[in-house]
């Protein structure tokens, strides 16, 4: 019996070799990879990033005249080489609390909060737990975002104003580092 052989398609032809040199590169490359990492003997051990070295030095809270205020001052810290700039924030522990007006004077213009409270199943949540985060917007409504200065005698002070007298017990200042390379600045 003869049979007849057909011609194979030259699409196939093409697309057989081009998964085979897929193939070989992928072999290749998991070699290489694994030549690489067996060469670590111990742990790698994975450190932060920080953004900013920075020292956060609260004060006492205050009460004079119907008004409870602290002053919180912000250094660089000796080491940091680069400009550092920060957030603030200010962490209230009763989210059912009536807040009375919350202020935060700086250089003598005065930024008035905008409390929410912390949603369940946050991370904020999670490491604070119920209350309320009040964060700080400029004119533009933007988050307030504050350049530490580069001296080593110089410091970022502000001064937290409380419209009424209330329990402080619990309230904590939040002090983050903010990336300035996207956009960040002293307003």
């Given at each position: ?5 057909k ?9 057989v ?22 060469s ?17 030095t ?57 409390a929410?409270?912390?949603p ?12 309320k ?11 307030l975002?504050?350049?530490v ?33 996207k ?5």
């Amino acid at each position: 019996m003869k049979t007849k052989a057909k011609s194979i398609p030259i699409w196939l032809i093409a697309t057989v070799v081009i998964l085979l040199i897929l193939i070989v590169f992928i072999n290749v490359a998991h070699s290489a990879l694994g030549r690489y990492t067996s060469s670590f003997w111990e742990e790698v051990k994975f450190e932060p990033n920080s953004k900013g070295a920075y020292h956060v030095t609260p004060g006492e809270w205050t009460t004079a005249e119907q008004e409870t205020s602290m002053l919180v001052r912000v250094t660089k810290a000796e080491t940091e080489r680069q400009s550092v700039s920060v957030g603030i924030r200010v962490y209230i522990p009763d989210a059912s609390a009536t807040l009375p007006e919350l202020v935060m004077e700086c250089d003598g213009v005065e930024y008035p909060a905008s409390a929410v409270n912390i949603p369940e199943d946050t991370a904020a949540y999670k490491t604070y737990g119920a209350g309320k985060i009040c964060r700080f917007y400029a004119e533009q409504g933007n988050e307030l975002c504050f350049a530490v200065p580069d001296n080593a005698g110089e410091s970022l002070d502000m001064t937290l104003i409380l419209a009424s007298s209330i329990d402080t017990d619990g309230v904590q200042i939040i002090v983050e580092p903010i990336n300035t390379q996207k956009g960040g600045g002293r307003l």
